[in-house]
């Protein structure tokens, strides 16, 4: 199956300062998905995002999709957006989720 | 809309008893899923029904766990006897159909002693 792959695997940052996550995946795949898991653990999609870019307020997603990867962009970070960040991409059928990226943002 | 209800949000239980964990899907999604989330890693799914049929059961260990849609709405997933090692965050999610995002409940917290 697909490898997915995500860095770094822990970020702190300072509110207001700006980030990019990094997934990267070992096979062409149709869809990439973000989500965001917060401290209490659900779940919410961030973006669907095959290829190309998308944005919702301060975040935006970016897909190559030729060269297997996607980047996700947090801008002026908040304390909200603390939590665990995944990319997930199908393979054989199923989502294969990466390890995901820890996000801490202290005031 | 409503989202993806589970229930229950947590559960203590000791090794070797059983426990069933239960998940209504959104409204008019065909596909749902069941997934189980180790602490420290991404969800892992367990399996995944269209309607009431069991589509990809692959990755569930079938000598303990146990898992029916069969009205082709909600779900129970039941693991029995429980192991330390199923301590985890169970998660159910649900699709339009299996091309379309996945919506993810809250989970379900299992704590095995």
């Known amino acids: 199956g697909i490898q997915v792959e995500q860095s770094p695997p822990d970020l702190i940052l300072q509110e207001g300062a700006n980030s990019t996550l990094r997934c990267n995946f070992s096979?062409?795949?149709?869809?990439l998905q973000w989500f965001h898991q917060n401290p209490w653990g659900q779940l919410i999609n961030l973006f669907y995002?095959?290829?190309g870019t998308k944005q919702n307020g301060r975040l935006s997603a970016t897909t190559v999709a030729t060269e297997r990867y996607s980047l996700l962009y947090i801008s002026s970070s908040q304390t909200t957006d603390s939590g665990v960040y995944f990319c997930a991409c199908p393979s054989v059928g199923k989502l294969q989720f990466g390890a995901g990226t820890q996000v801490v943002v202290t005031p | 809309e409503a989202g993806v209800a589970q229930s229950p949000r947590y559960k203590i239980i000791e090794k070797r008893q059983s426990v069933a964990f239960w998940c209504n899907p959104i409204s008019g999604h065909a596909t749902l899923y069941w997934y189980q989330q180790i602490l420290g890693q991404g969800p892992k799914l367990l399996i995944q029904?269209?309607?009431?049929?069991?589509?990809?059961d692959s990755q569930l260990p079938k000598d303990r766990f146990s898992a029916e849609r069969l009205k082709g709405v909600d779900s129970t997933l039941k693991i029995q006897p429980a192991k330390l090692e199923d301590s985890a965050v169970y998660l159910c999610?649900?699709?339009?159909?299996?091309?379309?995002?996945?919506?993810f409940g809250p989970g379900t917290r299992l704590l095995v002693l």
């Open positions: 029904f269209q309607n009431n049929g069991v589509v990809d």
């Open positions: 995002i095959p290829s």
């Open positions: 999610a649900s699709s339009f159909n299996s091309q379309e995002t996945q919506y």
């Open positions: 096979d062409s795949v149709n869809n």
